[in-house]
């Protein structure tokens, strides 16, 4: 067996026997990984809250034969426990770790994933910024990633650009924006447009900086479903909690 | 491979929690091979722990022999503060440490998002329906102190507090008989914030 040093985010963990868990892990240079933390369950675990979902964590594992690494040892890098101790962020975090672990491949790196969902969450943890929109910013860019960005100049169906018609509608399967005359899935609104174009368009340090914008709620809701359309499911932990 | 009973003893024991495949079949073995009346005792067991223990109506703790549990039955128990926990399992944790008095609320486990478990799924309806309607003063409530169960009592507090009772948290602290040195630094960053004054 190989030990492997490596970085990663905790996206989520299994109950194994009586005291193990099994724990799923993005990591940075060796993409999704799952490996046994041993006797995690005990009170007396060395381990602790260092591999609870969200922890971010400087990792050495050993290398499994199988498709189970072993965590030797765990640091923390950050708890995000701003994050965690307030429910509207917990509950955000948790569905960018749904997300992150539909889409990342078992032992394939993916170093651009990684980065964004460790930021999101950075962003997350910071106090200032509103939590809404992370979660919706983070699913727009990770389609964009996924070579799955929409298009958001011009109407996908016919070609026509923005400005010549206008963008009155939005439908991920039919490739993004659309106009009047070929308009299907859920209404889209200017203010909404706007601001897709500026977490897209590179502005979404100052979209989280600033004050709650209008079509905030609409993003939100924008996001998830071409998400969902994308992974072809439902986000759970968007839809279990969505009334909290 | 097997077929009839044995098949599905094997698949109805593969059902149990922790246990796989390869532990069922050892399992069914282990059944067919001891004496007959060992295997009744099992098969009796599992029948009247069905027939005979409920939910309590009230709690939701386990109930034996009757509409309520032991403790929602006994009057010398104090209805105005209730421990609010994930499961039956945790009432008996907290009853033999000896140290509370008053009444449960079992939620029947905790919010788990990515598991699509959201409140619903939960007793909560049922735990605001008794805070309302009688004279809680105090709900403590006593979820597990990892990322589902602290979700949890957020979400409870958020929903409690308006009904102006006192909401209170079990302490997170450090295992007594661990050692400082290998406690992580969330549990550790918790105890140093519910730290106690010390006579000396
Ligand atoms: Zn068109
Ligand atoms: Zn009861």
Redesign the interface.
């Known amino acids: 067996m190989s030990l492997l040093r490596d970085q990663g985010v905790v996206l989520r963990t299994y109950r194994l026997g009586e005291a193990d868990r099994i724990v799923v892990l993005l990591t940075e240079r060796h993409g999704k990984v799952r490996a046994v933390a041993k006797g995690v369950r005990r009170t007396s675990s060395k381990f602790g809250a260092r591999v609870e979902p969200l922890s971010h964590v400087a990792l050495l594992l050993w290398e499994g034969r199988g498709d189970l690494d072993i965590i030797n040892q765990a640091e923390v890098i950050d708890h995000f426990r701003v994050v965690r101790d307030d429910l509207d962020r917990v509950t955000a975090g948790l569905s960018m770790l749904e997300v992150a672990d539909q889409l990342a491949q078992e032992r394939h790196a993916d170093p651009r994933l990684y980065a964004m969902l460790v930021g999101a969450l950075r962003a997350l943890a910071d106090e200032t910024v509103d939590p809404s929109l992370v979660p919706p910013a983070f699913f727009l860019k990770a389609l964009v990633l996924e070579g799955a960005g929409p298009i958001i100049d011009a109407c996908a169906s016919c070609g026509e650009p923005d400005g010549s018609v206008e963008l009155v509608a939005f439908d991920l399967t039919e490739g993004g924006t659309l106009c009047r005359g070929c308009r299907r899935g859920r209404p889209l609104s200017p203010d909404a447009l706007v601001l897709v174009r500026r977490i897209l368009g590179g502005g979404l340090a100052s979209v989280l900086a600033g004050p709650p914008l209008p079509g905030a709620d609409e993003v939100g809701g924008l996001a998830t479903e071409a998400m969902e359309a994308h992974l072809d499911r439902r986000l759970r932990s968007v839809r279990s909690v969505a009334h909290l | 491979m097997y077929t009839g009973p044995l098949r599905a003893l094997i698949d109805e024991l593969g059902m149990l929690p922790?246990v796989g495949p390869k532990s069922a079949q050892r399992m069914a073995f282990h059944i067919l091979k001891v004496p007959t009346e060992d295997a009744l005792r099992l098969s009796d067991a599992i029948v009247s722990v069905k027939e005979r223990t409920t939910l309590c109506a009230v709690c939701f703790n386990v109930a034996e022999g009757g509409e309520l549990c032991g403790i929602c039955a006994d009057d010398r128990r104090d209805p105005s503060v209730l421990c609010v926990v994930e499961d039956p399992r945790d009432i008996v944790s907290v009853e033999r440490t000896g140290e509370f008095s008053g009444r449960y609320h079992v939620l029947g486990g905790a919010?788990?998002?990515?598991?699509?478990?959201?409140?619903e799924q939960l007793r909560v309806r049922e735990l605001l329906a008794r805070v309302e309607a009688h004279e809680v003063t105090e709900a403590i409530l006593c979820t597990n102190p990892?990322?589902e169960g602290?979700?949890t009592a957020?979400?409870l507090a958020?929903l409690l507090k308006p009904l102006g009772i006192r909401i209170t948290r079990l302490a997170s602290g450090l295992?007594v008989?661990?050692d400082l040195e290998?406690?992580?630094?969330?549990?550790l960053?918790r105890a140093l914030e519910g730290r106690r004054d010390l006579e000396g």
């Open positions: 922790g919010l788990n998002p990515l598991e699509g478990v959201g409140p990892n990322l602290e979700a957020m979400y958020r295992p008989g661990g290998y406690a992580d630094e969330l549990t960053g």
